[in-house]
Structures are given as C-alpha cells and as structure tokens.
C-alpha cells in the first residue's frame, strides 16, 4: 500500500503543483512550451506506469461489498462516462493543450462544450466514483479517490490557468460555458445542440464501450458484466 499511495501523491501532485499552478509559467519560460509538454508528459507517463503496477501489488483491506443493483448498473454508468469521455478528446476546445485558438471563433463552445467545457474530466470522475463504489477496499479507494479528486479539481485549475493566460478571450468563452455539466443551459446561457457533435463521435462512443465491455475480463481479469 505504501507504494500505491506514494505513486497516487506523485500523480496527484504533479498535476497540481507543476500543471496547475503558476510554476507552470515559470518553467515554460526558462525552456519553452514543447520541452515543457515532453518533460510533463513524461512524468505522466511514468505515473500512470507506478499507479498501475502499485495497484496490482497493494494488499487491500476490504471495507464495503457493493450490492448486486449497482453491478447492474454499472455498464450503463459506463456509457455515460465513455460519452463524456470520447466526446471530450475528439471535441476541439480552448481547455485542451494546443485548442487556445478557439477562443477566437465566432461561438466556440459547440457540441459537447455547451453541456460542460470540461467532458473530459467529468466522464474520468463519473468513471472513478463508479470503479470506487464496485471495488470495495482500501486500494481501490486510494487509487479511484485520487483520480477522482483530479478529476474534478482538474477544472479549476485548468480556468485559473486559462483566465492567466488568456483574460478577456477566456472570460468570454467561460461566460457561454459552466464547469458543472447543464448549468450553463439550465441558466440560459447556452442551448444543447445534438447535432453539432456527429454520428462519428457517437459511434466512436460505442464502439469504445462495446470494447471495453469485451476486454475489461482480459485487461483486468474482472467481468464488466455480472455473471
């Protein structure tokens, strides 16, 4: 356990301390935006690398068996994170890593973007509440809680960088957009537009849950399905 919950604070604290504060700033001056990118993606690989190897060796202690519902359940919870999750990745947005300039469209929050200008992270929460609410013991709670607490810190730090970075550009596309998925429709600020977003995502949608279903037995010797 003492490696997994070493390797969650390293994953948690890079984000934290190196992408999402303002050393962030600080280090791109002294070396550039690419060998900054490289640098961190690297770091984040070999985390994610120590996350999984940790979580195989760790000896949990079981706290909670998750009722039978909830097994049920769970692929359609699935679903609905793979939405958020693929549509997030394939969407252009001024949050991701190179999408600064669709701060100066005409309207650049469409598709997925007028439900939460953040999918991605709010389909990887949904993902590590369910995955912590099936797996019961204290592994798991350490390995899904991190993800889960960046995953839904993730967002503000993302929009204190942005607003740094970007001011009136970004306050703009904040103003059409909300953090929390529907708020910003629910306010009238925005209006849900299903079309923008393509049948192509929405197949990629299924076809990533559909193989996920499939290799979940094989890549984590755990059905998907109850059995």
Known sequence: MASLIAACAFFVGIHIVISGSPLRGVIVARVGERPYQGFFSLLSLVGMVWLVLAFRNAEGVWLWSPPLALRWAAPVVALIAFVFIVLGLTTPSPTAVG????????????????????????????????????????????????????????????????????????????????????AAIASGRNSLRLGEIGAWRWLAVIAAWVGMLALHPWLFSVPALPG
């Open 99 to 182: 999408g600064e300039t669709q701060l100066e469209a005409a309207e650049p929050a469409q598709g997925i973007l007028r439900v939460t200008r953040h999918p991605f992270l709010w389909g990887v929460a949904l993902w590590a509440l369910l995955h912590l609410a099936l797996n019961g013991n204290s592994a798991a709670l350490t390995l899904f809680g991190s993800i889960l607490l960046l995953a839904l810190i993730g967002p503000l730090l993302i929009d204190a960088k942005r607003r740094r970075a970007f001011g009136p550009s970004w306050e703009r596309f904040a103003a059409a957009t909300s953090n929390l998925p529907f």
